[in-house]
Nanobody, 115 residues
Framework: QVQLVQSGGGLVQAGGSLRLSCAASGYIFSIKTMAWYRQAPGKQREMVAVIASEGTTTYVDSVKGRFTASRDNAKKTVYLQMNTLKPEDTAVYYC?????????WGQGSQVTVSS
């Protein structure tokens, strides 16, 4: 079965950095586009970054230049490097993959940025 297991996150001061990891299993990782989403309290879940199988990335405007998505196909892991964090980046972050029409989610990682 498809599993996404996240690690990373935590509490950081504004301007700091964090890295999230998402280890995947149960499908052919290398051919799948992966995505990172986040959900802040009282807000809808939004897509933050997408990384295609060959490594092409796209980002929501609010994180461009600060966040970097990457992947290691040998380790079946995607990463989200978050730099110059702002209080408005505070949210629970989720990795996501769509396999055969079904969306799968990691368990979520809390990121809290203090001002």
């Amino acid at each position: 079965q498809v599993q996404l297991v996240q690690s990373g996150g935590g509490l950081v001061q504004a301007g700091g950095s964090l890295r999230l990891s998402c280890a995947a299993s149960g499908y052919i990782f290398s051919i799948k586009t992966m995505a990172w989403y986040r959900q802040a309290p009282g807000k809808q879940r939004e897509m933050v970054a997408v990384i295609a199988s060959e490594g092409t990335t796209t980002y929501v405007d609010s994180v461009k230049g600060r966040f970097t998505a990457s992947r290691d196909n040998a380790k079946k892991t995607v990463y989200l490097q978050m730099n110059t964090l702002k209080p408005e980046d505070t949210a629970v972050y989720y990795c996501n993959v769509n396999v055969r029409g079904v969306g799968y989610w990691g368990q979520g990682s809390q990121v809290t940025v203090s001002s």
